[in-house]
């Protein structure tokens, strides 16, 4: 069942590429240069957009909002639980997204049923065929991931990164021959990661830390914040994500040398020399800096370690970062011997509010 892996949670990360190759399958166009996403041929929308989901799911839905927002549209997400039509202006020209692997998450279907009460237009982003979000929503796009045995989401999550890009393309600016060719390479990319990576190392280095921090900015801060949760709920280790220009307005007074700091600086621009200068003043604290980066800027100066990933845009980086950070959380779990296909106190499927 495992295929020879250990635990459900490293076979699926190893999943990823596969996953990732049908998420695709039969919705990129390359020679007429388009996306095709079946599903929504009926979506005729050019209001502002919502997400609305929980953990996992609502960081991949920040990932989506960032993506929506550059290709034009209004976008914003919101954690479902949170989120209420009494606090945010919903009416018929709105679409929401609910971001949901499982498509039974309680405050996720609560939320979308609010919206199209309000009469909201609304899509389930999710990977199960027949579940409550499909069926109930407007419209329904398939991640297909597969089925994700692990209570920690992995392959879901870059799926779901994936078809919400493809979102952005259908709902916003149309994409270029480049972004579609970024978007039909990440698959072999993560390929090159998993392959690659030195991720069972830093774990070895780093099993007895205090805490562990994850810091990133534009498409890196809601993989810091993943890379956070995994660690937390596979290791129960203190783990804490934070966009890097946060640091120094509080987080910064936790960094000691005996906290590792994880940061993701891709490309050699603004948003990397920013995040250089964040990675500078957790330097000067004496923490432990583990890059995650492809070696395009010099913060393999301040780093302790390099976690290396292929040299592409932002939004493919994003996704190939986080796969290293899964299997930072994966080793550090496995050197403490932790239940970590279930996880304590955690349910697949959340059906509670
Ligand atoms: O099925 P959903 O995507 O709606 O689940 C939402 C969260 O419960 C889920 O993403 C959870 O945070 C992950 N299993 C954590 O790895």
Redo the contacts with the bound molecule.
């Keep these: 069942e495992k295929s020879g892996y250990d635990h459900y949670m490293l076979k699926e990360i190893h999943e990823q590429p596969t996953a990732l190759r049908q998420c695709l399958r039969g919705r990129i166009d390359e020679l007429g240069g388009t996306v095709d996403l079946a599903e929504l041929a009926a979506i005729d929308h050019d209001g502002p957009v919502q997400f609305v989901?929980?953990?996992?799911?609502y960081h991949a839905a920040m990932f989506g909002a960032e993506r929506l927002r550059s290709g034009g549209v209004r976008a914003q997400a919101f954690l479902a639980s949170e989120y209420g039509i009494d606090r945010v202006p919903v009416d018929e020209g709105t679409l929401v997204v609910g971001?949901?692997?499982?498509?039974?998450?309680a405050d996720?279907l609560r939320a979308l049923r609010e919206a199209d009460r309000a009469g909201a237009t609304t899509l389930a982003v999710t990977n199960t065929v027949g579940s409550s979000a499909a069926r109930e929503c407007d419209h329904a796009l398939y991640i297909r991931a597969g089925p994700e045995i692990g209570?920690?989401?992995t392959k879901?999550f870059a799926s779901q990164q994936l078809a919400l890009a493809l979102l952005a393309f259908e709902l916003g600016d149309g994409p270029t021959r480049g972004e579609l060719e970024a978007l039909r390479d990440i698959p072999g990319q993560v390929q090159t990661v998993l392959e690659t990576t030195t991720a069972r190392a830093v774990a070895e280095a780093f099993v007895d830390a205090d805490a562990y921090f994850f810091v990133g900015r534009g498409y890196h801060y809601p993989v810091a914040l993943e890379g956070a949760?995994?660690m937390k709920?596979i290791t129960y280790r203190h783990a804490e994500g934070f966009a890097s220009g946060e640091l120094k307005h509080g987080p910064l007074a936790l960094v000691t040398e005996t906290t590792p700091v994880f940061a993701i600086v891709t490309g050699d621009g603004e948003t990397a020399r920013k995040t250089i200068g964040n990675v500078k003043e957790v330097e000067a604290r004496d923490a432990p800096v583990v890059a995650i980066t492809d070696g395009e800027s010099d913060v393999t100066r301040y780093a302790d370690y390099v976690l290396e990933i292929p040299a592409v845009d932002d939004i493919s980086a994003s996704v190939l970062a986080n796969v290293q950070l899964q299997l930072v959380a994966y080793w550090v779990a496995n050197l403490l011997g932790r239940s970590i296909d279930k996880p304590r106190n955690l349910a697949?499927?959340?059906t509670v509010e």
Aim: glycine fraction near 8%; hydrophobic fraction near 30%.
């Design positions: 989901a929980c953990g996992t799911s971001v949901t692997q499982s498509g039974e998450t996720t209570v920690a989401a879901t949760l995994k709920e697949k499927s959340v």
